[in-house]
């Protein structure tokens, strides 16, 4: 059974950092390429990041590139999310999940495990 434990997420203000940790088990690894995603109150989940296998490529959306850093520790069956120049529009709970497929050009990852349940990420402004 695939469990996913998202922990790190917080209260932060307007221009700060947090580094979100995703804890995987129940299915390989450090042969899956692995994914960040987000929900805001009333929105859909939407995609944020993706890095391969490896953790030597990673892909990441339009509104969080340049600012949000993925990363990976095979050993540790964990993927990160290091979150700088925080804004309000960041607000949102975020999950991690294992990606089935991905794409490149406008990145994306589709899944099939059951989320996790999150970890709540507050900016204020």
């Known amino acids: 059974q695939v469990q996913l434990v998202e922990s790190g997420g917080g209260l932060v203000q307007t221009g700060g950092s947090l580094k979100l940790s995703c804890a995987a088990s129940?299915?390989?690894?450090?042969?899956?390429?692995m994914g960040w995603f987000r929900q805001a109150p009333g929105k859909e989940r939407e995609f944020v990041a993706h890095?391969?296998?490896?953790?030597?490529?990673?892909y990441y959306s339009d509104s969080v590139k340049g600012r949000f850093t993925i990363s990976r520790d095979n050993a540790k069956n964990t993927v990160y999310l290091q979150l700088n120049s925080l804004n309000p529009e960041d607000t949102a709970a975020y999950y991690c999940?294992?990606?089935?497929?991905?794409?490149?050009?406008?990145?994306?990852?589709?899944?099939?495990?059951?989320w996790g349940q999150g970890t709540q990420v507050t900016v204020s402004s």
């Open positions: 999940n294992y990606c089935d497929a991905i794409t490149l050009i406008h990145p994306t990852c589709d899944t099939s495990e059951a």
């Open positions: 129940g299915r390989s690894f450090d042969n899956n390429a």
């Open positions: 890095i391969d296998w490896s953790g030597k490529k990673a």
